[in-house]
């Protein structure tokens, strides 16, 4: 049997680490459902300590996920869950962003400027990638 799967990275800002990755990959942020979410609390199957507002919208504070435009059929869905902690050592996973057509030069820059710190460029034979770190110092690959 074949298991599906998601990515899910910590964080301690999961809503706004999302919105950044959403707006990395040019995939888009799961929409929550404010009534559901209102109709938990009000059923007491969840507290007023669970919610936070993100962008003026009741929102699960626990986490958010971001999917690529095509669905899940197209990719595995990113999750962002609430941690804690800082990030404090180097990540064991990471992802690699493929920019297809687009200049890897080009994203890294655009990257850079919403956030992300160049870490470093690498080469091995024909075959070169930069490494940067989202806002929230986790690590990712740029190439083509």
Request: aromatic share 6%; with cysteine; charged share 30%.
């Amino acid at each position: 049997m074949a298991y599906t799967f998601q990515v899910t990275v910590d964080s301690c800002a999961p809503h706004s680490l999302a919105d950044w990755w959403a707006d990395a990959l040019g995939w888009e942020v799961e929409p929550g459902d404010e009534e559901f979410i209102r109709r938990m609390v009000e059923e007491g199957k969840a507290g007023e300590d669970d919610t936070t507002l993100h962008r003026g919208r009741l929102v699960w504070k626990a986490g958010a996920a971001i999917r690529h435009p095509e669905g899940l059929e197209r990719a595995p869905r990113v999750l962002f869950q609430l941690v804690p902690e800082t990030k404090t050592v180097k990540n064991r996973v990471h992802l690699d962003v493929r920019t297809g057509d687009d200049d890897p030069k080009a994203v890294v820059e655009r990257l850079v400027a919403k956030g992300a710190t160049l870490l470093h460029e690498n080469r091995q034979g024909p075959f070169a990638w930069t490494t940067l770190a989202d806002p929230q110092g986790n690590e990712l690959c740029v190439s083509h």
